[in-house]
């Protein structure tokens, strides 16, 4: 039973444009949600996260939207550049702290190409 | 950069031997996690501690066993290794982003390859 779903494999956008990474989630118990993006050889790299008492969070190009009745969330970046291609993960946690240990579950990531 | 280092960064083993990956951090973090990373799933936990001795398991924990004798050494032992065990196996931390969230920090990864 997959809880965190990106449901998009691959993702191709041209440089400036904007591009949106989407992922659903089934557990209603997630509330906090988090973005990584992972070069391939490397450790996933922390991106943006957001807590589930907001529906939005911005860092620099990059957003992310939380649609609660819907269990998605999205992430936007704007403008894509070339350096941003990646493999991007969303993943949950059922309160970050506390008895959850911060455990994390996450979708099974999409693959963006950036072109120039 | 969390401090984290895994080693080794690369190891081939056949099948029935046992594996040991070391997880190293130097920021005195409390809490510690064990992912694997395969094609179509993404990360899935394996175990994680939440102090010296404390353990517990993940989601795809069978066949793993893990210790934490001290704060900064977590190890990850495939008791006899399958190849089923072939992927990329990446140790975590938990830590304060900027904005004062507790947010998980990797490590560089160790693929392992069970022939």
């Known amino acids: ?116 | 950069d969390a401090g984290i280092t895994q080693s080794p960064r690369h190891k081939v083993t056949e099948t029935g031997t046992p594996v040991t990956l070391r997880c190293h951090q130097t920021e005195n973090h409390r809490y510690m996690y064990w992912y694997r990373q395969d094609p179509g799933h993404g990360l899935r936990l394996i175990h994680y501690s939440y102090g010296v001795k404390d353990t517990d398991k993940g989601e795809v924990s069978d066949g793993y066993s893990v210790s934490r004798s001290k704060t900064e050494d977590f190890l990850l032992t495939l008791e006899s290794a399958t190849s089923s065990q072939t992927s990329v196996y990446f140790c975590a931390i938990t830590s304060r982003n900027k904005a004062s969230t507790d947010t998980q920090y990797f490590g560089p990864g160790t693929r392992l390859t069970v022939l």
């Open chain 1, 1 to 116: 039973d997959q809880q965190v779903k990106q449901n998009s494999p691959s993702l191709s956008v041209q440089e400036g444009r904007i591009s949106i990474l989407n992922c659903d989630y089934t557990n209603s118990m997630f509330d906090y949600f988090l973005w990584y993006k992972k070069y391939p050889a490397e450790g996933p790299t922390f991106l943006i996260s957001i807590s589930s008492i907001k529906d939005k969070n911005e860092d620099g190009r990059f957003t992310v939207f939380l649609n609660k009745s819907a269990k998605h969330l999205s992430l936007h970046i704007v403008p894509s550049q070339p350096g941003d291609s990646a493999v991007y993960f969303c993943a949950a946690s059922a309160s970050p702290g506390g008895t959850s240990y911060g455990k994390l579950t996450f979708g099974q990531g999409t693959i963006l190409t950036v072109h120039p």
